[in-house]
């Protein structure tokens, strides 16, 4: 059964990194990503990556999120750099479908597309 497994949250400093994974199970999806609920707000999409290589990421995390995947690995990345405490929360890796832009196809980072979840990595960031 396809299923996302993450991995590689912990408990850092400002100002550290971290290097989130998340295996796939070998299926092959157009549309994966990374999602996060921070305390006291609803989960939102941070980044994404189709299957072309394209990505999309927030506004909130352009410049210190890198979104990545290592097909061979069957495994999807999310590289973390300067990272503060409002980043804490739980980080989910999710598969959706994907829209089009512009008549070009992108992963769009929205709840309502997502169509399987992982259970999701706890990242806490100490000032």
């Known amino acids: 059964q396809a299923q996302l497994v993450e991995s590689g949250g912990g408990s850092v400093q400002a100002g550290g990194s971290l290097r989130l994974s998340c295996t796939t199970s070998?299926?092959?999806?157009?549309?994966l990503g990374w999602f996060r609920q921070t305390p006291g707000k609803e989960r939102e999409g941070i980044a994404s990556?189709?299957?072309?290589?394209?990505?999309t990421y927030a506004d909130s995390v352009k410049g210190r999120f890198t979104i990545s995947k290592d097909d061979a690995q069957n495994t999807l990345y999310l590289q973390i750099n300067n990272l503060k405490p409002e980043d804490t929360g739980t980080y989910y890796c999710a598969s959706f479908r994907q829209g089009t832009i512009a008549g070009s196809p992108f992963c769009p980072l929205t709840r309502d597309e997502v169509n399987r979840w992982g259970q999701g990595t706890q990242v806490t960031v100490s000032s």
């Open positions: 990556i189709h299957s072309s290589g394209s990505r």
């Open positions: 070998g299926y092959k999806y157009i549309c």
